[in-house]
C-alpha cells in the first residue's frame, strides 16, 4: 500500500520530482543486484577447490570420490564463543610453490600462534599432523589425500627445520614445533617416539585455548573420505577416538558400544572440541607425561581418560561421560576409521558393506617400511614417477596354489605354513631370476589361513570378522623392513628390488611401462616351440624351458633389457641355479633373512615359530616353535 501511494504522488507531481523519484528508484535496484552480485561471487571464491602444483602429480591418477556430504548445523554446547574474526576469508591456495628468486622466511614466521593458525580453520576446525623429516613422504601422502578431496583446513608441525623448509618450498602450511628433532626414523618405543608422543600431547593442550576444534592425526595413516561431516554428527562431544577394537559392536556407521569396546583407544586420530572438560583433559594428560618419561601417551591418556567411566549421555547419544564425569566421549567405528587390522586383514569394512574413511597402519609387524608397504598394497600411498619405472623394468609371476592347500582341512598351524610354505618356495625362485636378470621383483599376493599377532591365540580371534584363508599382508610372513634394507653386497650379493603387488595395476604405472611388455610360458623342453636358443616373440609372448640354467636365462633375456615388465606364467621349475657357487652362497645369504616368524601357539613359550627360506632342503621340517632356548634364533 505504501509503494502504490508513493506511485501515485509521483504520478501528481511535477516533473522535476518526477525524475528525482526515478534515479532514487533506479539507484535501489541497482545497488541490490550490486550486492548480491558481490555475495554470490565471495561464496563461489570460498569454494573453489586448491590448486594442486605439477611438483606432485602422477598421471592416469584415479578419480577421487566426490560424494557429496551434507552435515547439520553443528552446536556446541558447554563451549566459550569462538574467535570471531571471519574465517577462511582468504585462506592460502595449497601447492602454491614459492618462487625460486624467494627468500626462506625467519624461523620465528612459522610459530605457532592463532593468528596462524587462523589463516587454515573452515567452520572452526583445523586438522593437524606432525613429524620429521622421515616421515615426509608420509606427510606428503596425507596432505595429498586431503586436497584430493578438497579439505585445505590443514596445518603440519615439523619437528626438525629440515622438514620445515622441504614442506614450506612445496607449498604446504607448516608450523614449526620448537622440538629439535633427529630427522631420521626413531622407531617404535625408543625414547625418542616417546619424545614425540609428549609432543602431539602439548600440541593439543596449546591449541584447545585458541577456541578451535582439533582434528589430531598420526602422520602414518591416510584419509579416504572427508572425515568432516561425520564427526559433526555428533555436535555434544568433547573427545571422538579412535581405537584397537577389533571385534565389532556396530554393523553400521554408528559410534561403537562403548561399554562392549574392550580394545585401547588409539590416539592416533581423534577430534578434541575446546570445551572446559577437554581443556582440562589435555593439561592433565600433559602434566602427567611430563612428570613420569617412562608412561607411554597412548596408556596415559587410556588410564586418564577411564579414571571415571559412564553412564551414557543419553539413550541413543552413543556418548558415554569419562574423565572427570563432564567430558563427553565418543569411540569411533573401526569398521571405517580402521586400524591395521580391521582394514589389512579383516576388511571388515568390505564385509559390512561400509565405506572407510581412514585407515591407521597399526597391527603390522614391518617398522616404518612395512607401514609404508601396506599402503602401498591398498594404493593408498603417493609416490615420485620414478618409483614406477625403476631401472631394468619389472618381473612378475602367476603363484599357482593347489586348492587343497587353500581350502581343504582344518585352518591350523600346520596347513598354515604348508600353504605359506608352497608360496616361499616360488618367491624364492622368482627372488633368483629378479636377481640374475637385475629386475625388480614384484611380489605376489599373499594367503595365509591363520593370523598373526604378538600372543597367543587360536588361529582367528573370536568374534573378528577375518575369513580363512585370507590375503595377508607380506609383512605377516616376510621381513619387509630387512627386504627394504641395504645390505653389504659382499656378504649378501647384488640387491634385490622389490615392489607391491598391486603395483601393476596402480593408474599412477606410466603408459610406457604398461606398453612394454612380454608374457613368458614355461615349457618342456623338446616340446615343439620350446627350443632355448630361439627368442623369437610373437605378439609379446616367449615360450621358456624349464629347468634352465644361468646361461640360457643371460642368452634368451638379454635382447629383452629394455622390455619393461616381463610376466611369467609360472616360476615352478623355472630355475635350476646359479653357475657361480659364491654368487649362490652369497643370494642364500641374503634371502634367508627375508622371512620372519609367526607368533604364537597357545601354552607353549616361546611360542613364534621360525619360517625358513628353504624349509624344502631340511628333511621332516616341521611347523613347530623353538623346544629349548638354544633352538631359539633364524634359521640362518
Request: aromatic share 12%; proline share 8%; glycine share 6%.
Amino acid at each position: 500500500m505504501a509503494w502504490r501511494n508513493g506511485c501515485e504522488e509521483v504520478a501528481q507531481s511535477k516533473p522535476l520530482f518526477l525524475t528525482i523519484y526515478t534515479v532514487v528508484i533506479i539507484g535501489i535496484v541497482v545497488s541490490f543486484f550490486y550486492v548480491f552480485s558481490a555475495i554470490y561471487s565471495s561464496n563461489n571464491l570460498l569454494s573453489s577447490p586448491s590448486t594442486v602444483s605439477s611438483s606432485f602429480s602422477h598421471d592416469n591418477q584415479p578419480p577421487r570420490d566426490q560424494t557429496l556430504n551434507i552435515s547439520q548445523p553443528e552446536v556446541i554446547h558447554n563451549v566459550p564463543p569462538p574467535y570471531l574474526e571471519p574465517q577462511n576469508a582468504s585462506i592460502k591456495s595449497l601447492w602454491d610453490v614459492p618462487p625460486l628468486d624467494k627468500k626462506m622466511p625467519a624461523l620465528e614466521t612459522f610459530r605457532l600462534t592463532k593468528e596462524l593458525v587462523q589463516q587454515r580453520v573452515k567452520d572452526n576446525v583445523v586438522i593437524v599432523t606432525f613429524g620429521n623429516y622421515a616421515f615426509m613422504d608420509f606427510i606428503l601422502t596425507w596432505v595429498k589425500q586431503l586436497t584430493d578431496m578438497e579439505v585445505t583446513n590443514f596445518l603440519v608441525g615439523a619437528m626438525d627445520t629440515k622438514l620445515l623448509e622441504a614442506l614450506y618450498w612445496k607449498g604446504v602450511p607448516v608450523f614449526d614445533m620448537g622440538s629439535h628433532m633427529s630427522t631420521v626414523d626413531v622407531g617404535w618405543g625408543s625414547p625418542t617416539f616417546h619424545k614425540m608422543g609428549r609432543e602431539k600431547v602439548i600440541l593439543i593442550d596449546a591449541i584447545l585455548p585458541f577456541g578451535f576444534e582439533l582434528l589430531m592425526c598420526d602422520t602414518d595413516m591416510v584419509w579416504m573420505q572427508n572425515p568432516l561431516p561425520y564427526l559433526a554428527r555428533y555436535p555434544e562431544a568433547d573427545v571422538l577416538t579412535s581405537s584397537d577394537q577389533l571385534i565389532p559392536t556396530v554393523v553400521d556407521d554408528s559410534l561403537e558400544v562403548w561399554n562392549e569396546v574392550s580394545g585401547a583407544y588409539n590416539i592416533g586420530i581423534f577430534h578434541w572440541r575446546p570445551s572446559e572438560s577437554s581443556k582440562k583433559l589435555a593439561k592433565q594428560w600433559k602434566e602427567m607425561l611430563l612428570a613420569d618419561d617412562k608412561i607411554w601417551d597412548q596408556n596415559g591418556f587410556n588410564d586418564i581418560v577411564r579414571k571415571s567411566l559412564g553412564p551414557s549421555v543419553g539413550d541413543d547419544s552413543g556418548l558415554v561421560y569419562a574423565f572427570d564425569g563432564n567430558l563427553k566421549l565418543g569411540i569411533l567405528p573401526a569398521s571405517i576409521f580402521c586400524s591395521g587390522h580391521t582394514y589389512f586383514v579383516q576388511a571388515m569394512y568390505q564385509q559390512l558393506r561400509l565405506k572407510p574413511y581412514a585407515v591407521h597402519t597399526t597391527f603390522q609387524y614391518g617398522g616404518t617400511e612395512g607401514k609404508r608397504h601396506r599402503l602401498r598394497e591398498a594404493m593408498l600411498f603417493h609416490d615420485p614417477p620414478e618409483y614406477y619405472n625403476p631401472p631394468g623394468g619389472f618381473l612378475s609371476f602367476k603363484p599357482f596354489i593347489p586348492k587343497g592347500l587353500l581350502l581343504s582341512g582344518e585352518h591350523n598351524v600346520e596347513s598354515h605354513f604348508a600353504l605359506v610354505n608352497y608360496q616361499i618356495k616360488q618367491i624364492r625362485t622368482a627372488l633368483a631370476i629378479a636377481s640374475l636378470l637385475n629386475r625388480t621383483l614384484v611380489m605376489p599376493p599373499l594367503w595365509c589361513r591363520i593370523d598373526r599377532l604378538w600372543y597367543p591365540h587360536p588361529g582367528v580371534l573370536e568374534g573378528t570378522l577375518t575369513r580363512q584363508p585370507f590375503l595377508c599382508p607380506l609383512d605377516h610372513v616376510f621381513e619387509v623392513n630387512v627386504m627394504l634394507k641395504k645390505l653389504p653386497e659382499e656378504e649378501f650379493g647384488p640387491e634385490i628390488a622389490i615392489r607391491e603387488y598391486s603395483i601393476i595395476d596402480n593408474p599412477s604405472l606410466p603408459s610406457e611401462v604398461k606398453n612394454s611388455w612380454l608374457d613368458v610360458q614355461l615349457c618342456k623342453e623338446g616340446t615343439p616351440d620350446c627350443d632355448a636358443s630361439d627368442n623369437t616373440t610373437l605378439g609379446g609372448f616367449l615360450k621358456f624351458p624349464k629347468h634352465s640354467n644361468e646361461e640360457t636365462f643371460m642368452k634368451i633375456f638379454s635382447p629383452f633389457k629394455d622390455v619393461k615388465v616381463i610376466k611369467f606364467s609360472s616360476v615352478q621349475d623355472a630355475f635350476t641355479g646359479f653357475t657361480n657357487k659364491e654368487r649362490e652362497e652369497r643370494f642364500r645369504n641374503r634371502v634367508k633373512r627375508y622371512v620372519g616368524i609367526w607368533c604364537c601357539v597357545l601354552d607353549h613359550d616361546p611360542g613364534h615359530i621360525y619360517y625358513d627360506m628353504y624349509w624344502d632342503e631340511k628333511p621332516g621340517w616341521k611347523a613347530i616353535p623353538p623346544q629349548t632356548p638354544e633352538d631359539d634364533h633364524p634359521p640362518w
